[in-house]
Nanobody
Framework: QVQLVESGGGLVQPGGSLRLSCAAS????????MGWYRQTPGKQRELVAA???????NYADSVKGRFTISRDNGKNTVSLQMNTLKPEDTAVYYCNAQIRPRRWDVLMGYWGTGTLVTVSS
């Protein structure tokens, strides 16, 4: 079984910073891409940032220059440093990872349970 556990959400004032972390555990042969998505009520989940195992990154236009994604392949973790937060960044943030649980398995997508980020004064 594979689990993704997020941490680091909370309440922050506009202009502030938060760091989200996600750790993958369980039966893991290798991890391909990892990323962060977010969702607000009534809207589809959207990609915030993603990073490949080689370190290539991709960001939503709305967060470029403010958010930074990073990962530690040895620890199976991915983090999202969020700076200059805006009220429109308020959402539930979900960790996602493309994981091959055993050598002979195909890559499968796994999700964390989400962590709430609220940007408000």
């Amino acid at each position: 079984q594979v689990q993704l556990v997020e941490s680091g959400g909370g309440l922050v004032q506009p202009g502030g910073s938060l760091r989200l972390s996600c750790a993958a555990s369980g039966s893991i042969f290798n991890i391909n891409a990892m990323g962060w998505y977010r969702q607000t009520p009534g809207k589809q989940r959207e990609l915030v940032a993603a990073i490949t195992s080689g370190g290539s990154t991709n960001y939503a236009d709305s967060v470029k220059g403010r958010f930074t994604i990073s990962r530690d392949n040895g620890k199976n973790t991915v983090s999202l440093q969020m700076n200059t937060l805006k009220p429109e960044d308020t959402a539930v943030y979900y960790c996602n990872a493309q994981i091959r649980p055993r050598r002979w398995d195909v890559l499968m997508g796994y999700w964390g349970t989400g962590t709430l980020v609220t940007v408000s004064s």
